[in-house]
């Protein structure tokens, strides 16, 4: 493959745009990777800030998932409790638990992605 601005033979591919480069014409960018242009480590750095970004914030909904999963189990659990005393329906007391365990199950699933997340 030849380098796309001097025909010698390329060193590596521009990280951004795809074109082959040789030594001369090689950058290394913020993130150590090549690049063939000023231009090129600009674009790399905001996609690298964007994908930061997106990160961040597949880390807060699934914090805050968790957190509504909790609420929502322990009003489940407090609505089984209810019809187990006020209203003595065989229904509505194992409907009620079997959400609360759902909720809870979630909850602890979206901790858990929380947590794995926060760890990398």
Not at 1 to 13: E, F, I, L, N, S
Not at 20 to 42: H, Q
Not at 93 to 119: E, P
Request: aromatic share 12%.
């Amino acid at each position: 493959m030849k380098c796309a601005a001097h025909q010698t033979d390329a060193t590596g591919v521009c990280a951004w745009c795809g074109r082959a480069v040789c030594a001369v014409c090689g950058k290394s960018s913020e993130s150590r990777r090549l690049v063939c242009s000023d231009d090129c480590a600009t674009a790399l750095a905001r996609e690298a800030r964007a994908m930061d970004s997106i990160l961040r914030k597949s880390l807060q909904s699934a914090r805050a998932s968790a957190f509504y999963s909790f609420l929502c189990g322990v009003l489940s659990a407090g609505g089984a409790l209810g019809a187990w005393y006020y209203l003595p329906s065989q229904f509505l007391i194992w409907f009620c638990a079997g959400c609360s365990v759902v909720f809870f199950t979630s909850g602890l699933w979206f901790a858990a992605i929380a947590r794995k997340d926060s760890t990398n």
